[in-house]
């Protein structure tokens, strides 16, 4: 088995770990209630979807 | 006819996920509406919809494919009995999926698939008849060519008919 040879500097980590990033998630507005929403997904403030109603999108610890 | 998937199934083995197919595909017909995951629900489409289409169908032999995969007898016969007829005039597309976003605990994407059981839309309905009717015509080209030159004598008597029946309700007032 491949075992490191040498102990990995704190530079070179964090020179790695630099480049993982985080992405912003795609939001749109909601049609009914105007709140933030993933596009494609029900939203889960008013759980309007295309004119249709899911109560099961709804997320209590949702706020906004 | 679906595709085969490619890739693990669902639950493990082939056998479980037969057994979870099965079992969505009875709670869906029972329940109309179903929560679950989206790779569950993107499985399970194909094989509802193939079951609604033997539902169709609605022969003892189509009946038996079903009770093949959907054992409970009651299921069976509301899939038969009320469900069939309530997609008649659809030509696929029974169920309808709609992502509700990740659940918690572990935040799998979930979502919720549902059967179509609303009328079809104005525009649907009208693109079907247009179809039909085109396909009908299609054959009967060369027949209706050659009755049009009889339907038009009594077209030309009608108008005629139309005004001596509206000078009698004229006739009537005065």
């Given at each position: 088995m491949a075992v490191p040879k040498r102990k990995m500097s704190r530079s070179n980590t964090r020179a790695r770990r630099s480049q993982w990033k985080a992405t912003a998630t795609a939001l749109t507005t909601c049609t009914q209630c105007k709140g933030n929403t993933r596009p494609h997904i029900a939203c889960p403030?008013?759980?309007?979807?295309n004119g249709r109603q899911y109560a099961e999108a709804v997320r209590t610890e949702h706020a906004g | 006819m679906p595709t085969p998937t490619k890739g693990p199934r669902l639950g493990g083995g082939p056998a479980h996920e037969r057994l979870i197919l099965a079992n969505l595909a009875t709670s869906l017909f029972e329940h109309k509406r179903i929560t679950t995951t989206e790779a569950k629900a993107k499985r399970l489409r194909p094989l509802a919809e193939r079951l609604i289409t033997f539902a169709k169908r609605g022969d003892l032999p189509a009946r038996r494919r079903v009770l093949t995969v959907v054992k409970s007898k009651d299921v069976v016969h509301v899939l038969f009995t009320e469900i069939a007829p309530a997609v008649a005039e659809r030509q696929g597309g029974y169920t309808r999926i709609t992502k509700i976003g990740p659940r918690k605990g572990d935040n799998a994407p979930m979502a919720v698939i549902e059967l179509v059981?609303?009328?079809?839309?104005p525009k649907q309905a009208t693109v079907r008849e247009a179809e039909k009717a085109t396909k009908k015509a299609a054959p009967k080209k060369a027949a209706k060519k050659a009755d049009e030159a009889v339907v038009e004598t009594p077209a030309d008597e009608a108008p005629v008919a139309d005004e001596v029946v509206a000078d009698a309700v004229e006739a009537d007032k005065a």
């Open positions: 403030t008013c759980g309007n979807y | 059981l609303e009328p079809l839309s």
